[in-house]
């Protein structure tokens, strides 16, 4: 069995050292165990504190692209690798590096197909009272729609098999957790919690400015994930609702009608019709969606066929051009035994070294390492 434990990173030279740290090296029924660190456009050096500090695999992306997409290039490389298992954790040191064996084990048992770290937020006196309740809330809401039970649906400490790493895709660039849930619950997944321990908050999240920021963002990235899997779902319940609604006038105009009193009611009629026409072309949108639906599963099996290729091509080449990752830099600072399979997310576009400056050798009064050069430092006409 082989783990690689993620940590995906932006400006967290202070706190990575700790991080990495508490990462368990070994675990009961696993064989190997490696780190990567993908830093997300860092200025502050963290590339280089996380291959002085333990990283076997450090992962560097020239700009900052947001935490979904450090999350799935974090993905990508473990499932090249062939990684069985692939664990995640946040590089602030905010959940306890000894619980990754809790993940490790539900994973390794075939209990779960993805695992949740449950922080227990209603619990949890590191968040705020507002916290807790949008916490809590907000985790019910995400479990109503996705039709799971995830106590802690935003929790970035998370295992998965490698099944569900090589189907996993993300739309959004905020974060990873809700996609990955819905993703997984639309493939028939299985997916389970299990209580976790926090250290202490050091410093304020850098992913959003604020509660408003974030329930803005995290209702945005549930709204597009059931549009994207569940359309008629979502559509089709709007449908219902305007009928509904639309119905109730035009039943009372006809009502009042009969009654020989319809002449002074006719907004009712007007109100319910239009209610009807918006249920209508909401209907017209779920039945449209599911067709792009279809249309977007077999964009996506082509998509994992091409992985599967990649892969394939990345053991037997690893050198190949194909295997680059646009965008990303490769730092190799493995400790112990080489990687399964060589790194292929690989390097730079390839810069031009500048020329060197010539140097004048004093004694023969002629550039060094130039031809003239040579032949006179070997006694040569």
């Known amino acids: 069995m082989y783990v690689i434990v993620q940590v995906p990173c932006y400006n967290e030279s202070q706190c990575l050292p700790a991080t990495l740290a508490a990462i368990p090296r070994e675990f009961p029924g696993v064989d190997r165990v490696e780190i990567l660190v993908i830093d997300d456009g860092s200025t ?3 590339s280089d504190v996380a291959a002085d500090h333990g990283a076997h695999h450090v992962m560097q992306h020239q700009r900052n692209r947001g935490l979904a997409a450090a999350f799935l290039t974090g993905i990508q490389f473990c499932v090249r690798q062939g990684a069985d298992i692939v664990i995640n954790t946040d590089a602030d040191g905010q959940y306890a590096g000894e619980d ?8 390794v048992r075939q209990e779960a197909d993805l695992v949740i770290g449950n922080r227990r937020p209603w619990l949890n006196r590191e968040f705020s009272l507002v916290k807790r309740g949008l916490q809590w809330f907000g985790s019910k809401v995400v479990s109503f729609c996705l039709k799971l039970d995830v106590p802690d649906a935003v929790s970035g400490f998370r295992g998965l098999t490698n099944e569900v790493a090589r189907d996993l895709v993300l739309v959004g660039k905020f974060s990873h957790t809700i996609e990955t849930l819905a993703r997984a619950s639309a493939n028939g997944f299985r997916v389970t919690s299990i209580p976790i321990r926090t250290n202490p908050t050091t410093r304020p999240s850098r992913l959003f400015r604020g509660i408003p920021q974030f329930l803005r963002r995290s209702s945005h990235a549930l709204l597009r994930s059931c549009l994207l899997y569940w359309p008629m779902r979502v559509f089709g319940t709007c449908t219902i609702v305007c009928w509904i ?9 006809l009502i009042l009608w009969s009654m020989g009193q319809g002449a002074g009611h006719i907004q009712s009629l007007i109100l319910g019709g239009v209610l009807m026409l918006f249920g209508a072309g909401f209907a017209g949108l779920g039945f449209l969606g599911e067709l792009l639906a279809g249309h977007r599963k077999f964009l996506e099996e082509l998509l994992v066929r091409q992985r ?15 295997n680059s990752c646009a965008g990303t ?3 190799e600072s493995y400790r112990g035994r080489p990687p399964r399979n060589p790194p292929v997310l690989v390097r730079e576009a390839h810069q031009e070294s500048e020329p060197a400056i010539p140097v004048m050798d004093r004694a023969s009064g002629l550039l060094k390492d130039s031809p003239l050069h040579v032949d006179a430092e ?4």
């Open 308 to 322: 599967q290729h990649d892969w394939k091509q990345a053991i037997h080449d690893p050198e190949s051009e194909e």
């Open 44 to 46: 502050d050096g963290t």
């Open 100 to 107: 990754i064996g809790k993940l490790v084990d539900v994973l």
């Open 329 to 331: 830099t490769y730092i």
């Open 245 to 253: 609604i639309g119905g109730l006038p035009i039943l009372r105009f």
């Open 378 to 381: 070997r006694g040569e006409p």
